[in-house]
């Protein structure tokens, strides 16, 4: 399998974990993003949005984190990562969602802003976003270990990344102990990677 990614990426990170939390080897090719090397249309014929990560694996081409995840859980994490039964998927679904918005949204898109990686938007608009998803981790975290189904699944994966660096965006992980001793959780689970 190949990854592409940009040094600083994220939603690459979510994948690279993955990849490494279910050992499985790849190749990294990674984009310069002051080149516009993931604007190139060799690139673009890769992932029209101009974005990484993109994860090919023989004639596959997979555009998006979460569908990388997707992808690779079902591929080869069995039950585990991504259950097939309908309400486990859901389950994990939902947190799958809270990261494509609020966290998205709000702690990338703050984080961005703040440390100047994010040329546009108003940061207390972001902040504002990423604290309710801070919130609404919070209040799940307060009684589970895991966000989804009792164990470590993709629901983890692609929330932890951009929680685990909100504080350089501004976002005070102290007020919320519950989010705080998750991230420590994740960070302990066999093949965590750091980021690049
Ligand atoms: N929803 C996408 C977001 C991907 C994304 O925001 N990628 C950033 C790097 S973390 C990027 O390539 N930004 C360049 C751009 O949008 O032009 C995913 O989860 O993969």
Redesign the pocket.
Same mark, same amino acid.
């Given at each position: 399998m190949k990854l592409y990614i940009?040094s600083t990426?994220? !939603?690459?990170w979510k994948v690279r974990l993955l990849l490494s939390m279910l050992k499985q080897p790849f190749e990294t090719i990674v984009l310069d993003?002051d080149r516009k090397e993931?604007k190139a249309p060799e690139f673009l014929k890769l992932n029209p949005r101009?974005?990484?990560?993109v994860l090919v694996d023989g004639d596959k081409v997979f555009w998006?984190?979460?569908a990388c995840l997707v992808y690779l859980a079902r591929k080869l994490g069995g039950e585990q990562w991504l259950p097939t039964d309908a309400a486990g998927m859901a389950e994990v679904q939902q947190w799958l969602a809270l990261s !494509?918005n609020e966290l998205?949204y709000g702690l990338q898109w703050g984080r961005g802003k703040k440390i100047g990686i994010r040329a546009i938007g108003d940061y207390e608009e972001y902040a504002m976003y990423g604290r309710n998803g801070l919130a609404v981790l919070e209040g799940r975290l307060k009684n589970n270990e895991w966000l989804a189904c009792g164990r470590p699944t993709i629901a983890d994966i692609a929330c932890y990344c951009y929680t685990s660096v909100a504080p350089e965006g501004g976002f005070d992980l102290a007020a919320h102990p519950s989010v705080a001793a998750w991230v420590k959780r994740v960070e302990a689970l066999p093949g965590w990677v750091k980021r690049v």
């Amino acid at each position: 399998m190949k990854l592409y990614i940009t040094s600083t990426s994220g !939603n690459a990170w979510k994948v690279r974990l993955l990849l490494s939390m279910l050992k499985q080897p790849f190749e990294t090719i990674v984009l310069d993003p002051d080149r516009k090397e993931h604007k190139a249309p060799e690139f673009l014929k890769l992932n029209p949005r101009g974005q990484v990560p993109v994860l090919v694996d023989g004639d596959k081409v997979f555009w998006d984190s979460t569908a990388c995840l997707v992808y690779l859980a079902r591929k080869l994490g069995g039950e585990q990562w991504l259950p097939t039964d309908a309400a486990g998927m859901a389950e994990v679904q939902q947190w799958l969602a809270l990261s !494509n918005n609020e966290l998205h949204y709000g702690l990338q898109w703050g984080r961005g802003k703040k440390i100047g990686i994010r040329a546009i938007g108003d940061y207390e608009e972001y902040a504002m976003y990423g604290r309710n998803g801070l919130a609404v981790l919070e209040g799940r975290l307060k009684n589970n270990e895991w966000l989804a189904c009792g164990r470590p699944t993709i629901a983890d994966i692609a929330c932890y990344c951009y929680t685990s660096v909100a504080p350089e965006g501004g976002f005070d992980l102290a007020a919320h102990p519950s989010v705080a001793a998750w991230v420590k959780r994740v960070e302990a689970l066999p093949g965590w990677v750091k980021r690049v």
